[in-house]
């Protein structure tokens, strides 16, 4: 397929044929599964998944790669093509009743991030998630409590998802070479919350406020929010600073400021 990536659409085609290999080992597709691929681009691993599940839907926002891409894949099984953009995409919309899905992806580093929280939107229809990334976010997706990179991705996405960094794929994969290394990862989302969380919504806002005062200690990053005492209801030190706060503790924190009865900052 002839096709000039485009720096808009942050295309970087897979062409490894042993990196392509190891990723669809690591999917592990089985016949009967609803696997969904976003952004198929030249069919790399399409065309594996596709011949494996029987069936496959892949939502593509270039246009011009969905001709050739139906063309190759045409007697490989029932490919569904999507033509749309993957971060307005509904997910759910695709599952039958008490059917999840299986999303794969070689994800354009541009737009990784909000893509990954409409995805996680969308947990209550889907398995699991592999996606190809910039290692450096996986590395902060993973990141434990009290690590340097850990932040406001480490807890939005672990609080949903159990992640699991599989392995490094170097620039030279991809076509053209990007200038970083990427990394596969496999999200499993939790099917019952790894902490009680009354208002999820005013946990996420928790975490943002939290973390874009990060240098600061708790007591001041959520100043206005929480008061140093409502912190040390909650159990936690109020000199520690919110790289420090595990999970777990921003569930509490977040339950102390959806019981005060004043308006909060964070609405």
């Keep these: ?95 039958g009743p008490s059917e999840r899905l ?25 398995e699991d998630m592999h996606f190809m990334l910039q290692k450096e976010v996986v590395e902060r997706m993973a990141a434990p409590s009290g690590n340097k990179t850990y932040g406001r991705l480490s807890v939005m996405v672990q609080v949903r998802c159990r992640v699991t960094p599989l392995f490094t794929i170097a620039p030279g994969a991809f076509q053209p070479r990007p200038k970083v290394d990427s990394m596969l990862v496999r999200l499993q989302p939790y099917t019952s919350p790894i902490a009680p969380i009354v208002d999820f919504d005013t946990f ?14 708790l007591r001041n990053a959520l100043r206005g929010v929480l008061s140093e005492e409502q912190i040390e209801a909650a159990g936690i030190d109020p000199s520690l600073r919110p790289e420090r706060i595990d999970i777990v ?19």
């Excluded at 045409?74 to 999507?82: A, D």
């Excluded at 996420?204 to 200690?217: D, E, M, Q």
């Design 102 to 126: 299986r999303v794969v992806g070689n994800l354009p580093y541009n737009i990784s991030t909000p893509l990954l929280f409409h995805l996680l939107d969308q947990t209550s229809c889907i």
């Design 204 to 217: 996420a806002r928790l975490v943002n406020h939290a973390f874009s005062r990060r240098r600061k200690t």
């Design 1 to 95: 397929m002839n096709h000039h990536p485009r720096k808009r659409f942050g295309q970087n085609f897979l062409h490894d044929p042993a990196i392509i290999q190891r990723i669809v080992r690591n999917i592990d597709p089985r016949p009967g599964q609803h696997l969904v691929e976003i952004g198929p681009g030249k069919g790399a691993i399409t065309r594996p998944l596709l011949e494996t599940a029987g069936a496959l839907d892949v939502v593509e926002l270039d246009r011009d790669l969905i001709p050739p891409l139906a063309q190759q894949c045409s007697n490989l099984g029932r490919l569904r093509i999507h033509s749309a953009d993957a971060r307005r995409f509904d997910f759910c919309a695709l599952a």
């Design 249 to 267: 503790q921003f569930a509490r924190l977040a339950n102390v400021a959806c019981s005060r009865d004043e308006t909060s900052p964070l609405e």
